[in-house]
């Protein structure tokens, strides 16, 4: 599977945007890009997924680049409870999940 | 929707010793995945079960480890003997294979088992 690149950690203020980089540059036209994020003694909860275009569900929106070789993912209002390890993950379809080290994002109140 | 189900949640054993791990997925989830997350890293796939299927079993160190689904519904993953470098989180998640790439690929943890080998 082709490698990620995030920042080991973030720290943001409270109810003011996050926006988590990763890089990709590997990445093949099979690809999706996948976040997770692991909350304190949790385990990993899927946040949003993308292939090309931009997305955006209630949690958060990613942004991909044109070349797909880097994306972003945007809290647009970070909560205490958005405080978690954020994972950048490229997977194919049925392919298993490898994490890496993910960013920790530290949310100051 | 009732989530991932693991027990026990937390475990404390000796090296040498025997553990086992029990994983109950979302009703209806026919793949099935045990993670080993050692503390300051990411979860690492130990293996991969489609129904009681084995999918994926290239990092699960089968010479200590063991994995089972028999009725392809809940499964077990057994230490035997444990080392101290055991010691760590063990995930269960579940997925329902679905429209690929979409969010049938999707999946869902459960809390965790927190392994401790002294």
């Known amino acids: 599977d082709a490698k990620t690149t995030q920042p080991n950690s973030m720290e943001s203020n409270e109810e003011e945007p996050v926006h988590l980089p990763c890089n990709h540059s590997?990445?093949?036209?099979?690809?999706?890009i996948h976040w997770y994020r692991q909350l304190p003694s949790q385990g990993p909860e899927y946040v949003i997924h993308?292939?090309?275009s931009n997305v955006n569900n209630r949690m958060a929106s990613l942004a991909i680049a044109e070349d797909r070789k880097s994306s972003t993912l945007i809290l647009h209002r970070a909560t205490l409870r958005d405080a978690a390890v954020y994972y950048c993950?490229?997977?194919?379809?049925?392919?298993?999940?490898?994490f890496g080290g993910g960013t920790r994002v530290l949310v100051k109140p | 929707e009732a989530g991932v189900a693991q027990s026990p949640r937390y475990k404390i054993i000796e090296k040498r010793q025997s553990v086992a791990f029990w994983c109950n997925p979302i009703?209806?989830?026919?793949?099935l995945y045990w993670y080993q997350q050692i503390l300051g890293q990411g979860p690492k796939l130990l293996i991969q079960?489609?129904?009681?299927?084995?999918?994926?079993d290239s990092q699960l160190p089968k010479d200590r480890f063991s994995a089972e689904r028999l009725k392809g519904v809940d499964s077990t993953l057994k230490i035997q003997p444990a080392k101290l470098e055991d010691s760590a989180v063990y995930l269960c998640?579940?997925?329902?294979?679905?429209?690929?790439?979409?969010?049938?690929?999707?999946?869902?943890f459960g809390p965790g088992t927190r392994l401790t080998v002294l």
């Open positions: 009703s209806g989830h026919a793949t």
């Open positions: 079960f489609q129904n009681n299927g084995v999918v994926d």
């Open positions: 590997t990445i093949s036209g099979t690809d999706y």
């Open positions: 993950i490229l997977k194919a379809a049925g392919n298993k999940l490898t």
């Open positions: 993308g292939l090309t």
């Open positions: 998640a579940s997925s329902h294979p679905g429209l690929a790439g979409g969010r049938g690929d999707t999946q869902y």
